[in-house]
């Protein structure tokens, strides 16, 4: 017999969030995944036992876990007297920088959910991030490698339902100094555990990416496990080269999981291989984590450096091929960590000490026992062990929808609750995954997922497109690389230079933007009618 009701789990205003189904909950919870722990409590309790241990360094600017703890309290004043209240979101667009780490947990303290953006995202991706997460408030840094984001902080000022604060980190101009929110360091009440506590976005296949809530409860299952796997303790290092806001750096394990475990993170403001290299000597980095294009740079940077304190090297975001992977193992001392994950939950690695066969050629085991893994064919029938199929899965730390989406989610997910990741793998016997294919409209540009569609929309708003399809095309540096295939109207000057101007005036990110356009009289269709991407890429990736 329970003795009080619970509390119902606190929501976000405004935004409809699928979370688990209560007879799920209750299992995550017995089996010990779901502890009611929030993400930040471990700084608290570090600052205790300790407080003069290095948590953050940039290489100049050092923070302690006591005053990590302090800073947070203090900016959890700043925040509440600008009137920021818990459940209202921000988006958080800051380069590889202390605050980045401090406002996080700040936030985490406070209930104020982050909405993470990537550094290289502009006025066309932030504004929908905006409009989408229902933010009140935008936190950037004033310029970084060359831009200037007080100018997209202005052009969200002129949309109707402006966000209420822009919070610059530098030269604020008109907007609220960041150093003006450390206030008061004083106790911040408990947040529920059942919390929503970030956002982060999906590499999307759809027009626009689509937001993925996660919690305290889970996320912190999911980094406690990543933490373990790699077995991070106190003496590990880690270097931040990737963007702090993804779902990898931020958590597998990432710099939460070093946090989580007592060790030091080291912001890399720079992700060249001379510049990683000198912070490993110079900080005895532990370990790191990179996408296969970075990781393939770092074959062929000078090696002036003393790299002995690397214990492992994680690669993920996008396929390794089995050459590179050999290559790297060959070349360095340190092993190889696979890494296969995804924002909406399920990560998978390969074994620190595991065999090479393992970790040359598959992309890692679901990291929970709590993972219910399905490979699928087209019509969701389980597909015989080694053979490739659509991967599916459910667990507990893999959402059950995105945010206010209840028409992409019927997509998504099935009726029983497993996402349905848009990846063709081969389970094999020992367990391990095989990425061997996409089926979902993306192209994944060295890690960086673009959604075709997205793309495909803005090139049509142009008067003389009449047909566009955007597909990738295999890349010796980037793995693909975007290439847009356009029927055009005659006479209407549509090179590649027009149509570049064209997406860049709309504020799509330069990275987003196609490396490479081909003109055609009419598209390949199949007998649906729909565009055959099959053709065109067999085509254009001779
Ligand atoms: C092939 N494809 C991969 C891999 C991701 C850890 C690591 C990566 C991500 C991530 C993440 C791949 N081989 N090793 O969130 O916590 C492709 C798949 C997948 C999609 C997810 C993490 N690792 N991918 O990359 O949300 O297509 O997360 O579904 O950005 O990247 O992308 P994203």
Not at 94 to 121: M, S, W
Not at 288 to 293: F, M, R, W
Not at 416 to 435: H, K, N, P, Q, S
Request: with cysteine.
């Amino acid at each position: 017999m329970e003795a009080h009701a619970q509390p119902a789990a606190p929501q976000l205003p405004g935004l409809d969030a699928p979370y688990w189904p209560e007879r799920f909950e209750r299992y995550y919870r017995q089996q010990g995944a779901w502890t009611g722990e929030t993400l930040d409590a471990c700084i608290a309790r570090h600052a205790g036992h300790t407080p003069e241990r290095i948590a953050l360094t940039d290489g100049e600017r050092s923070l302690t876990y006591a005053e990590l703890h302090s800073r947070c309290n203090q900016l959890a004043d700043g925040f509440t007297r600008l009137g920021l209240r818990p459940g209202d979101r921000i988006v958080v667009q800051l380069p590889n920088v202390l605050e980045f780490i401090e406002t996080t947990f700040a936030l985490f303290r406070l209930g104020v959910v982050p909405v993470f953006a990537l550094p290289t995202d502009r006025r066309n991706e932030i504004t929908h991030i905006v409009q989408a997460s229902k933010a009140v408030a935008y936190l950037i840094k004033d310029h970084a490698l060359g831009f200037d984001y007080r100018e997209i902080a202005r052009e969200l000022q002129t949309l109707p339902d402006a966000i209420r604060h822009v919070i610059v980190l530098g030269e604020a101009a008109e907007f609220t100094p960041y150093a003006s929110l450390y206030g008061r360091d004083l106790p911040v009440p408990a947040t529920d555990s059942r919390a929503p506590a970030l956002i982060t976005l999906s590499g999307g296949s759809t027009a626009m990416p689509k937001l993925i809530l996660r919690r305290h409860d889970d996320y912190l299952y999911s980094i406690r496990v990543s933490a373990s796997i790699c077995q991070l303790s106190p003496q590990s290092v880690y270097l931040c080269v990737l963007p702090a806001g993804h779902n990898f750096t931020l958590s597998s394990p990432g710099f939460i999981g070093t946090l989580l475990a007592g060790g030091r993170v080291v912001m890399q403001a720079d992700p060249s291989g001379s510049a990683c290299f000198a912070s490993i000597a110079r900080e005895g980095v532990t370990f790191t984590a990179l996408v296969p294009s970075l990781a393939q740079a770092w074959l062929h940077a000078p090696r002036q450096h003393d790299l002995s304190s690397l214990r492992f090297l994680q690669v993920g975001g996008a396929r390794l091929s089995d050459e590179v992977a050999a290559r790297l193992s060959e070349s360095f001392d340190f092993t190889l960590q696979q890494v296969y994950g995804m924002s909406e939950g399920l990560v998978c690695y390969t074994d620190l000490k595991g065999d090479l066969d393992q970790l040359l050629h598959t992309q890692g085991r679901p990291m929970s026992p709590l993972d219910e893994i399905l490979v699928v064919d087209d019509d969701d029938l389980p597909v015989a062990v080694g053979q490739p199929g659509h991967l599916l899965v459910r667990g507990p730390y893999t959402i059950r929808g995105y945010l206010d989406a209840p028409q992409q989610n019927a997509r998504a997910f099935t009726a029983d609750g497993f996402y349905r990741t848009g990846d063709v793998v081969c389970l094999r016997e020992d367990g391990y995954l095989v990425v061997t294919g996409r089926h979902k409209d993306q192209v994944n540009r060295g890690g960086e997922k673009i959604a075709a569609e997205e793309i495909e929309g803005h090139l049509l708003a142009h008067p003389g497109v009449l047909e566009a399809a955007v597909i990738g095309i295999p890349d010796p540096h980037l793995g693909e690389r975007t290439c847009a295939v356009l029927v055009v109207a005659p006479g209407q000057g549509c090179d590649t230079a027009t149509l570049k101007a064209h997406l860049q005036a709309r504020g799509v990110a330069a990275q987003r933007i196609p490396d490479q356009f081909q003109w055609l009289p009419s598209l390949p269709k199949t007998t649906l009618g729909k565009t055959d991407k099959k053709v065109l890429r067999q085509q254009f990736a001779a």
